[in-house]
């Protein structure tokens, strides 16, 4: 079966938290749960065949795409489905037409998710000092137009 990109609901905030906790557990539940009610949020999850084995939230600020979270399933990694993901995203914010870019960031010693970022487009563009737990953020960026 191949997995289906849809709006996250209520009932999908558990395996999410999940999956956040597979990886580098920022996010607590209330912050997912959150995000469902904000306006210029967008939370998706890919579904396979009535699981939840990814996820992903931006946000939508004047010109630009926020990347705020994006996670997928240990045992559904290294199957390519983050960048089916990600393609959704980008394919997302052209449709929409507004947006210039996609912004995110990432932590510097988290390379493997570096090198993904880089794989789908996005390039480094700079750092917030001592953003996660006195860890550098790289500030990357990808392109719409």
Same mark, same amino acid.
């Given at each position: 079966?191949?997995?289906v990109i849809r709006k996250a609901t209520a009932g999908?905030?558990?395996?999410?938290?999940?999956?956040?906790?597979?990886?580098?557990?920022?996010?607590?539940r209330r912050q997912f749960e959150d995000e469902l009610r904000l306006a210029f949020s967008d939370v998706?999850?890919?579904?396979?065949?009535?699981?939840v084995v990814g996820f992903a939230v931006t946000w939508t600020v004047a010109d630009e795409i926020q990347l705020n979270?994006?996670? +997928?399933r240990e045992d559904? !990694?290294? $199957?390519?489905?983050?960048?089916?993901?990600?393609d959704h995203?980008?394919?997302?914010a052209r449709r929409g037409g507004s947006a210039r870019a996609v912004f995110l960031e990432?932590?510097?010693?988290?390379?493997?998710a570096r090198l993904f970022?880089?794989?789908?487009?996005? +390039?480094?563009?700079?750092? !917030?000092? $001592?953003?996660y737990d006195g860890i550098d953020a790289i500030l990357m960026e990808r392109e719409l137009g």
């Open positions: 079966m191949v997995p999908d905030l558990d395996a999410m938290h999940l999956i956040e906790g597979q990886g580098q557990a920022r996010w607590n998706w999850v890919l579904d396979d065949g009535g699981q979270n994006i996670g +997928i559904s !990694r290294r $199957r390519g489905l983050g960048a089916v993901l990600m995203i980008i394919a997302a990432v932590s510097e010693q988290n390379e493997r970022y880089r794989s789908c487009g996005f +390039i480094e563009r700079g750092r !917030r000092k $001592r953003y």
